[in-house]
């Protein structure tokens, strides 16, 4: 099992972003799928999560109303739409997955980790 995010960068405040999870070595109809960030000198915080019995998705309220989760079961590749973007939202990004259909952004839910992606917010 195998997760890989990609789309990070330098953006300024208002900027958009798009990144991507693609993931390998499992079907992802099985699996809950959710995007963490962690800013410097902070803990991991959940942003988003996608339940896959009923493409229901959860957003933090930092975030709900900016970020969008999709996913793409052909493609095996999850994605996080994020407008409208804040330096607050500067992080490293990480999605992750987690065998079951359940929707939390508890980290010990989820076993596989991708290695992270770096967002920046900055005029």
């Known amino acids: 099992v195998q997760l890989q995010a990609s789309g990070g960068g330098s953006v300024q405040p208002g900027g958009s972003l798009r990144l991507s999870c693609t993931t390998s070595g499992f079907t992802l109809d099985y699996y809950a799928i959710a995007w963490f960030r962690q800013a410097p000198g902070k803990e991991r915080e959940g942003v988003s999560c996608l339940s896959v019995s009923d493409g229901i998705t959860y957003y933090a309220d930092s975030v709900k109303g900016r970020f969008t989760m999709s996913r793409d079961n052909a493609k095996n590749t999850v994605y996080l739409q994020m407008n409208n973007l804040t330096p607050e939202d500067s992080a490293v990004y990480y999605c992750?997955?987690?065998?079951?259909?359940?929707?939390?952004?508890?980290?010990?839910?989820?076993?596989?980790w991708g290695q992270g992606t770096l967002v920046t917010v900055s005029s």
């Open positions: 992750a997955a987690g065998l079951g259909s359940y929707l939390t952004t508890d980290k010990s839910r989820y076993r596989y």
